[in-house]
């Protein structure tokens, strides 16, 4: 789910997200395969820096042209979708902390699914005691990442 508001809130809102943070996004963030190709799409059409070059309108337009066929016709329904959160009076935005804690989330599951992976790694090294080490090694390093996101998170 979050995935999926993440992508409404850059087709809709893109004013609403540091472009910075949206950078970190590593392209397997997205596993919906729909949303991988959405993301794609984004990133051909310049990512969340050239989005504030564009209308709302202009700009799914042009995540749509870099789009396959199939992903195109999803594009309007995410591109207009409501979001679970009122939007700000002052700004017509999401509220900052809603659009931060989808990036936060993103990221988070990404480096949750990268512990998972060297955990069941690390399970079946068996006598590599290099490889154990060095699986243990990023192990520590993916907890501490995720601890970070998680602390940013409040």
Known sequence: MAERQLLQV????????LVDEVQLLPADAFTAPAHRAIWDAIVAA????????????GWANAVASHAAPAVAELLPEIAVASLPVTLEAETGLPPERY?????????DSVVSRKIADAMSALQRAGDDDQLARRLSETLTQLHRERAQLRAGME
């Open 46 to 57: 310049g990512g969340l820096a050239e989005a504030t070059k564009f209308s709302a309108r």
């Open 10 to 17: 850059i087709l809709q809102y893109p004013d609403a997200l």
């Open 99 to 107: 659009a931060d804690s989808l990036v936060h989330r993103v990221r």
